[in-house]
């Protein structure tokens, strides 16, 4: 989908290195979400936001972190504290959350170590 | 919390065929039920969904069937092309809090 735009498309991390990973939508959606893809995992919640300031945790946040101060923006750090960070990461929005409507996905970042 | 179980993990049939998926649900409260398609290296894309009012849903080649009771949903292709090969999602939105829950995704091959 057009409207979602994740950069950097590759990221290497060095030891004890703070990354951020960028996610800008211009679909005008409330919701914004960010998974973790491992092979033969399927895709995990780390954090999600449904308004500006205000975002939760999802089932795998140690190690990550996020802010949300535009509609349009939800930056992922992962800290160092995150010890095994080799993943696809995708960013994804929706109209709004609770809504059944459906989320759509950034092309991903790949993230490795160095 | 929501569980989403998803069967097989590969599949492979043979162009023309039919290729069925199927998942399971733990929150009876869960109410949206989309299917995603992901190729190599690409990002998930939304191919079919269904709400829980519904039971079937069906789209050119592709059927979605949902069955509350039992709690679970299945993704049926008909007449296979090598282009549907992929990784398949299903997904299920809990009723408590909103969030999609993913089962493990299943490997399609569709051989020429």
């Known amino acids: 989908d057009g409207g979602i735009t994740q950069s950097p498309k590759y990221l290497f991390r060095k030891e004890g290195q703070n990354v951020t990973l960028s996610c800008e939508q211009n679909?005008?959606?409330?919701?914004m979400y960010w998974y973790r893809q491992d092979p033969g995992q399927g895709l995990r919640l780390i954090y999600y936001?449904?308004?500006?300031?205000?975002?939760q945790k999802g089932d795998i946040a140690e190690g990550y972190s996020v802010s949300r101060e535009k509609k349009e923006s939800f930056p992922l750090t992962v800290t160092s504290a995150q010890k095994n960070p080799t993943a696809f990461y995708l960013c994804?929005?929706?109209?709004?959350?609770?809504?059944?409507?459906?989320?759509?996905f950034g092309d991903g970042t790949r993230l490795s170590i160095l | 919390g929501e569980n989403v179980e998803q069967h097989p993990s590969t599949l492979s049939v043979q162009e023309g065929d039919s290729a069925v998926i199927k998942c399971t649900y733990s929150?009876?409260?869960?109410?949206?039920f989309p299917w995603y398609k992901q190729e190599l290296g690409k990002r998930p894309q939304l191919i079919i969904d269904?709400?829980?009012?519904?039971g079937e849903k069906k789209d050119q080649r592709i059927a979605v069937t949902l069955n509350k009771t039992a709690k679970h949903f299945s993704l049926h292709i008909t007449e296979t092309q090598p282009e549907d090969s992929a990784v398949y999602f299903c997904?299920?939105?809990?009723?408590?809090?909103?969030?999609?829950?993913f089962g493990k995704g299943t490997l399609l091959t569709v051989n020429p």
């Open positions: 269904i709400r829980s009012n519904v």
């Open positions: 679909l005008n959606h409330d919701a």
């Open positions: 997904a299920a939105r809990g009723g408590s809090n909103y969030k999609l829950t």
């Open positions: 994804a929005s929706s109209p709004e959350q609770g809504s059944n409507q459906p989320q759509h």
């Open positions: 929150d009876s409260a869960s109410n949206y």
């Open positions: 936001s449904q308004i500006v300031n205000d975002f």
